[in-house]
Nanobody, 114 residues
């Protein structure tokens, strides 16, 4: 399984970014996908997840601002991030659990300036 994340960058507070994570080596449509983040000096936290049938879950701090979605044809999961805040600054990783273990993308840096 390989997960390739992209789309991070530097943005001003209130701005938007869209992260993408393409997957290979797995039957993508069968597995839940998730985005985690780890900010400076913070523990890694689950930001959002989407099940194989499209059910989504969000951490409270991003509800109403972030949207996770998936395209099973493109084997890609997205994280649309709107109304970004400085506290959203972190390295964002995509994740899936398959065959009894967790797989992680390489991470993409999101920096939100105030």
């Amino acid at each position: 399984v390989q997960l390739q994340a992209s789309g991070g960058g530097l943005v001003q507070a209130g701005g938007s970014l869209r992260l993408s994570c393409s997957a290979s080596g797995m039957n993508f449509r069968l597995y839940a996908m998730a985005w985690y983040r780890q900010g400076p000096g913070k523990q890694r936290e689950l930001v959002a997840s989407i099940s194989s049938d499209g059910i989504t879950v969000y951490v409270d701090s991003v509800k109403g601002r972030f949207t996770i979605s998936r395209d099973n044809v493109k084997r890609t999961v997205y994280l649309q991030m709107n109304s970004l805040k400085p506290e959203d600054t972190a390295v964002y990783h995509c994740n899936t659990d398959a065959w009894g273990r967790a797989y992680w993308g390489q991470g993409t840096q999101v920096t939100v300036s105030s």
